[in-house]
């Protein structure tokens, strides 16, 4: 369930915006997606120039592409802590007047879990994004990671809750698809969520749930890249 839209332009300079704000011995979460995927492939290259960092990677895909650039890698075990995590979004709330401004929706590479841990042990939280992922209220469907023998009853609790889960096709394989920690992921639909806090709350009760994609309160910042700049919103 990629996010469509979005200009490579956009996410360029919001990638390459948030790269800037790494310094020599930071401690870096490398998110997952094609608007970070700017940010680490920038960091390889202030790499080669000679910056010193280490990256926590939150996917296959991120480790993969930060071992490509030459970012020396660590994991979270293994370090008192992260500087500085760099993320993109699916969806976020773009309303200074509402109580979920800067709430995000993650999970469209089925990355959400290992993601919400890193971002969540960082410093600072950076989200980058293009202007195709603000919104005043979230819409999208949450992904919701679930223990493969799980994912009937947590459907039906969604259900209870007011949502439709779809379970994640692989489209490229036979059957679901299975995150990098070998569990499945359920779409769950529920309109224009009024209160992402709560929903948030309500998820992470349902045993079974490893981890949802709804990010609120966490984010410290968006580098939004636009068509001549970036646009900046402070949490
Ligand atoms: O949450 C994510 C992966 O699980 C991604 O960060 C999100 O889907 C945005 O990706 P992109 O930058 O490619 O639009």
């Known amino acids: 369930m990629k996010t469509a839209g979005g200009s490579d332009a956009a996410k360029r300079r919001a990638g390459e915006r948030a790269a800037e704000d790494v310094a020599?011995?930071?401690?870096?979460?490398?998110?997952?997606?094609?608007?970070?995927?700017?940010?680490?492939?920038?960091?390889?290259?202030?790499?080669?120039d000679g910056?010193?960092?280490?990256?926590?990677?939150?996917?296959?895909?991120s480790r993969q592409l930060a071992l490509e650039v030459?970012?020396?890698?660590?994991?979270?075990?293994?370090?008192?802590?992260?500087?500085?995590?760099?993320?993109?979004?699916?969806?976020?709330?773009?309303?200074?007047?509402?109580?979920?401004?800067?709430?995000?929706?993650?999970?469209?590479?089925?990355?959400?879990?290992?993601?919400k841990l890193v971002d969540a042990a960082a410093d600072r939280?950076?989200?980058?994004?293009?202007?195709?992922?603000?919104?005043?209220?979230?819409?999208?469907?949450?992904?919701?990671?679930?223990?493969?023998?799980?994912?009937?009853?947590?459907a039906d609790r969604i259900r209870d809750l007011g949502g439709e889960p779809t379970l994640r096709d692989a489209g490229e394989k036979d059957g679901p698809v299975v995150t990098d920690n070998g569990n499945l992921v359920l779409d769950c639909a529920f309109g224009s969520i009024d209160d992402p806090d709560e929903l948030a709350t309500r998820l992470s009760a349902i045993p079974g749930v490893v981890?949802?994609?709804?990010?609120?309160?966490m984010a410290d910042a968006t580098y939004v890249g636009t068509d001549d700049g970036v646009e900046t919103r402070h949490y």
């Open 24 to 48: 020599d011995g930071f401690v870096v979460g490398l998110g997952t997606g094609s608007t970070t995927a700017y940010a680490i492939r920038a960091l390889g290259r202030a790499v080669d």
């Open 51 to 61: 910056l010193e960092i280490r990256g926590v990677p939150t996917s296959f895909q």
């Open 70 to 115: 030459g970012i020396e890698l660590t994991d979270l075990d293994a370090v008192d802590g992260l500087d500085l995590a760099i993320d993109g979004a699916d969806q976020v709330v773009d309303d200074a007047d509402a109580a979920a401004h800067g709430a995000l929706i993650k999970g469209g590479g089925a990355a959400h879990a290992r993601e």
């Open 125 to 154: 939280f950076v989200v980058v994004a293009d202007p195709s992922k603000l919104t005043t209220r979230l819409e999208r469907s949450v992904p919701v990671a679930v223990l493969p023998d799980a994912h009937t009853v947590v």
């Open 211 to 217: 981890e949802h994609g709804l990010f609120v309160g």
